[in-house]
């Protein structure tokens, strides 16, 4: 998966709890996304990065937060999760905004 | 929205058969790409087609582009059971991140 690695890769929670995924990537490309992939909705971004402390909305944006405090890392957080939440959230990192993208494994949350 | 929307949302062929999926596409683009998605993992890079370009090959895919009908097609040429995935075509505009699809279901039986 191109040097990408997301944790956790599985997780429950409850509603109201705050949950942080982390994207992980050892290729030092500039951009990294966060997107969601629900069914009948494809791939949808969430935000991405262009550098560190550097980031920007994506279509699907509301009740998500994101930092890049560094290169190789890209955290998104859920501050208060809902059961709408629940996705399978994949990371992907690219050289240039419209350059290919290679992605991660992916998360899957559930959100009671 | 530029949105690529892939067509058939499914398609079920036989081993050795051709499979020929759509996408199209709103407003004008500088690339367009195509993702392939295994059940259960992250997408993977197919193919880049830029907007000068009316077509591509890369062993068993050919990608056509044709921009005054904002449309692309991916054929896959005597597929194989372990082509079976999804397959998304995926848009950018300038200054603009990748926009996907919502793919198409490609099912190939042995």
């Known amino acids: 998966d191109a040097g990408i690695t997301q944790s956790p890769r599985h997780k429950v929670t409850e509603t109201g709890t705050p949950v942080t995924l982390r994207c992980h990537q050892t290729?030092?490309?500039?951009?990294m996304y966060w997107y969601r992939q629900d069914p009948g909705h494809g791939l949808r971004l969430i935000h991405y990065?262009?550098?560190?402390?550097?980031?920007d909305k994506g279509e699907v944006s509301d009740g998500y937060s994101v930092s890049r405090s560094k290169t190789e890392d890209f955290l998104l957080t859920l501050e208060s999760a809902t059961s709408s939440q629940t996705s399978v959230y994949f990371c992907?990192?690219?050289?240039?905004?419209?350059?290919?993208?290679?992605f991660g494994p992916g998360t899957r949350l559930l959100v009671l | 929205s530029q949105q690529g929307e892939e067509d058939p949302q499914a398609l079920s062929i036989q081993e050795g058969e051709n499979a020929t999926m759509n996408c199209s596409y709103k407003?004008?683009?500088?690339?367009l790409q195509w993702y392939r998605q295994n059940s259960g993992r992250g997408l993977v890079h197919l193919i880049l087609?830029?907007?000068?370009?009316r077509e591509k090959h890369s062993g068993r895919l050919r990608v056509t582009l044709d921009t005054s009908k904002k449309s692309s097609s991916l054929l896959i040429t005597a597929s194989r059971a372990a082509d079976t995935a999804s397959y998304f075509c995926?848009?950018?505009?300038?200054?603009?991140?990748?926009?996907f699809g919502k793919g198409t279901r490609l099912s190939v039986i042995a």
């Open positions: 992907a990192i690219s050289g240039d905004l419209i350059e290919t993208q290679y």
């Open positions: 290729e030092n490309h500039r951009y």
């Open positions: 990065s262009y550098g560190v402390k550097d980031t």
């Open positions: 407003t004008s683009i500088n690339n």
């Open positions: 087609i830029r907007s000068n370009e």
């Open positions: 995926a848009t950018d505009a300038l200054n603009t991140p990748l926009v």
